[in-house]
């Protein structure tokens, strides 16, 4: 499974947009782009995931760009509880492949 | 979203015995569930896959005679960590994938095991 990069941490202000950034750039054609965070001592907790296209679902946007080699994930109101830690993750889990977490992007959204 | 649970969320035991942690999902049948553990302040690491009725594969480095898992419904896999120490103390956390689900997988709570 290919490899993420993602900037250690970021703050952003309570109610405005979060843009996290997401390296992959040796990503095969068929392995997907995940998106999951932890929040402090709880388990992961999927948002969203896509292929090529841009998605979006009640919690995020993800924006893939053209060469997939990139992607950024948006928080379109961010809240206090959206501070966690959010990780990028590509994989071929739809044939039977793996989620392997790398570092993540440790977010705090401030009052 | 489908739900996964562990028990127990939490266990203190002393150096030398084994626990068992149960994770099960609730609402679906999970064909392959996957058992991480976190260290503080670290990502998850995969210890091990297992699928329902075979044994489990194991990731480089981690001990199967150790941290034994037994896959053995669609709903229920267990970790034992036997003869535990103080080093195995750490954040153990399931995940499941849904059978003919091609998309997320959804993780149970975790369980915080302290070996004293």
């Known amino acids: 499974d290919a490899k993420t990069t993602q900037p250690t941490s970021m703050d952003c202000a309570e109610g405005r947009a979060a843009n996290l950034p997401c390296n992959h750039s040796t990503i095969s054609g068929n392995e997907y782009v995940y998106w999951y965070r932890q929040i402090h001592s709880q388990g992961p907790q999927y948002i969203i995931h896509?292929?090529?296209n841009n998605e979006t679902n009640e919690m995020a946007s993800l924006i893939i760009t053209e060469d997939r080699k990139s992607s950024t994930l948006i928080l379109p109101h961010a809240t206090l509880r959206d501070t966690a830690v959010y990780y990028c993750i590509v994989s071929r889990l739809w044939q039977g492949g793996k989620l392997i977490f790398g570092q993540g992007t440790e977010l705090s959204v401030k009052p | 979203g489908a739900v996964v649970s562990q028990h127990p969320s939490w266990v203190i035991c002393k150096s030398g015995t084994s626990v068992k942690i149960e994770c099960r999902s609730l609402?679906?049948?999970?064909?392959?569930m996957f058992w991480y553990r976190q260290f503080p302040k670290q990502s998850l690491m995969l210890m091990a896959t297992?699928?329902?009725?075979?044994?489990?594969?194991?990731e480089q480095g981690v001990e199967k005679d150790k941290f034994l898992i037994n896959h053995a419904s669609l709903t229920l896999s267990t970790l034992t960590v036997t003869s535990a120490h103080p080093e195995d103390s750490s954040f153990y956390i399931c995940s499941a994938r849904a059978r003919g689900q091609t998309g997320e997988l959804f993780f149970g709570e975790g369980s915080r095991l302290t070996v004293l």
């Open positions: 896509g292929l090529k």
């Open positions: 297992s699928n329902e009725g075979s044994k489990a594969t194991y």
């Open positions: 609402d679906f049948q999970a064909t392959t």
